[in-house]
């Protein structure tokens, strides 16, 4: 019983992030566990933005904070957002699209997206670290990333041709744990909010349903044009949910 409890969140953290964990055979438990990552994650991230903002500048406070998530993820998200732009991108067939996601390097259209995604999330962060209450917008678009990323294990969603990652956790998510998660997620944004003021609140439960929105977009075209969703798709999927927690908590709360 022990066993099976603790067995989730080793996997999530083994396959989410870069803490060391206990070794473990399996991922299929990580999905179900992967908005706990983005809470802890996204915690240690919030705390070095907010001194490093107060020390020194907000955006050096944004900068430090999102290199905090890359480096805590191992890059892997971004590498994915990088590889489904590439393959989603250019105008080419289903197979050449996911051979194309399956090479080492990185094209045109993966550089750019990667480039203006940082940009813009190091832009939004920087404006939120000067408004009251506005470093909460971090936390909560991190754990929306992660909700968006346990959707794909769903049973209904389609898994892109070879996807080992997404073979191992198809079907692992039901729909009930799905929507508690993210009711979850959208009352403690709120709660969080509510701390500043109602207007708080209010722009961060926005924040995470416009994330979580725009990542059922990304979906929806993988889809279409993969086929499926595989790893990529995933990080994809959870920094497009991010980026767009944060530009709207941003846009909103100035």
Do not use: Y
Not at 173 to 192: E, P
Request: aromatic share 4%; hydrophobic share 60%; proline share 4%.
């Amino acid at each position: 019983m022990s066993r099976r409890w603790w067995s989730g969140p080793v996997e999530a953290f083994s396959l989410l992030s870069a803490v060391r964990m206990p070794a473990v055979g399996s991922v299929r438990g990580a999905l179900p566990w992967a908005p706990l990552v983005g809470l802890v994650l996204g915690a240690a991230a919030t705390a070095v933005a907010w001194a490093a903002g107060r020390a020194a500048s907000p955006l050096v406070g944004a900068v430090l904070g999102i290199a905090v998530l890359a480096v805590a993820t191992r890059g892997l998200h971004l590498d994915g957002l990088a590889d489904t732009a590439d393959g989603l991108g250019p105008l080419r067939g289903r197979e050449k699209a996911l051979a194309v996601m399956r090479a080492g390097d990185v094209g045109p259209f993966g550089v750019a997206t990667l480039v203006l995604t940082l940009l813009l999330q190091v832009a939004c962060l920087a404006q939120l670290l000067t408004l009251d209450g506005g470093w909460l917008a971090l936390p909560v678009a991190a754990v929306t990333a992660r909700v968006a990323m346990a959707r794909t294990g769903l049973a209904d969603v389609p898994i892109a041709e070879g996807s080992s990652l997404g073979s191992a956790v198809a079907g692992t998510v039901s729909r009930g744990w799905l929507a508690g998660v993210a009711l979850l997620t959208l009352a403690a944004a709120a709660g969080a909010g509510l701390l500043v003021d109602p207007g708080t609140a209010l722009v961060l439960a926005a924040a995470v349903a416009v994330g979580l929105g725009c990542s059922e977009g990304l979906l929806a075209r993988a889809v279409d044009r993969l086929g499926g969703v595989n790893g990529d798709v995933m990080g994809a999927m959870g920094e497009a949910a991010a980026t767009a927690a944060l530009l709207t908590a941003a846009l909103l709360l100035a």
